[in-house]
């Protein structure tokens, strides 16, 4: 079964800095998808960016860039120069297939003026 | 416009009760999720629809009862509602089941006394 790990409940960082959230997965598939998605305090799911497996290009989204090394199944987010909206809990996601979606534990990211 | 909908965005009850959330979304998405995020915020897949068919149903309790009118429409039905099933339900939807895109609702706050 696919599992997917976010082994940092908290982090900060001060504005203007930069920051990155760690995030680890399980599968034994080799076509696959990997999300960042980010909840602020209004409880809307907001997605971040997106990765598909087969590329080995690591997406970027304006200040959001990912790091996604396939063999040590490792898919980390980096924001860079942190504002403060990005104040929120950002949740790894994978999915395969199946269509469904399934998430880490989240990282509750603080962003200190 | 609202992609996807969910009403009520709040609601509490009592034990025992059986209660309705609604979701609509106006993307013309084919794919529609139901997610239950618990107190932890840990989120996970309960249902999934394509067209109207059932494709996705988690160990959920069968007090739990998706039904899909037509594929802009999914609604959770709740029997005899317990202390346990108090969360924050998401809707969800996808153009394409593969790519797990998901856009969310807003969510609606279950809270059972």
């Known amino acids: 079964a696919q599992t997917v790990t976010q082994s940092q409940p908290e982090m900060s960082v001060q504005e203007a800095e930069t920051v990155t959230l760690s995030c680890t997965y399980d599968t034994s598939e080799s076509d696959y998808y990997l999300f960042w998605y980010k909840q602020p305090p209004s409880r809307q799911m907001i997605l971040v960016i997106r990765q598909e497996a087969y590329k080995q290009q690591n997406a970027t989204e304006n200040r959001f860039s990912v790091n996604f090394q396939k063999a040590a199944k490792s898919f980390s987010l980096k924001i860079s120069d942190s504002q403060l909206g990005d104040a929120a809990m950002y949740f790894c996601?994978?999915?395969?297939?199946?269509?469904?979606?399934?998430f880490g534990q989240g990282t509750t990211l603080q962003v200190k003026p | 416009d609202t992609a996807v909908s969910q009403t009520p965005k709040y609601l509490v009850t009592q034990m025992g009760n059986d209660k309705s959330i609604k979701c609509e979304q106006n993307l013309g998405h084919d794919t529609m999720y139901w997610y239950k995020q618990d107190s932890k915020k840990f989120l996970k897949i309960m249902f999934s629809y394509n067209n109207k068919e059932l494709i996705i149903n988690e160990t959920v309790p069968n007090r739990f009862s998706p039904k899909s009118p037509d594929k802009a429409h999914l609604n959770l039905h709740i029997n005899s509602l317990e202390l346990g099933d108090s969360a924050v339900y998401f809707c969800a939807s996808s153009q394409a089941r593969s790519t797990g895109e998901l856009f969310f609702g807003e969510g609606s706050r279950l809270t059972v006394l």
């Open positions: 996601a994978y999915s395969s297939n199946t269509g469904k979606l399934i």
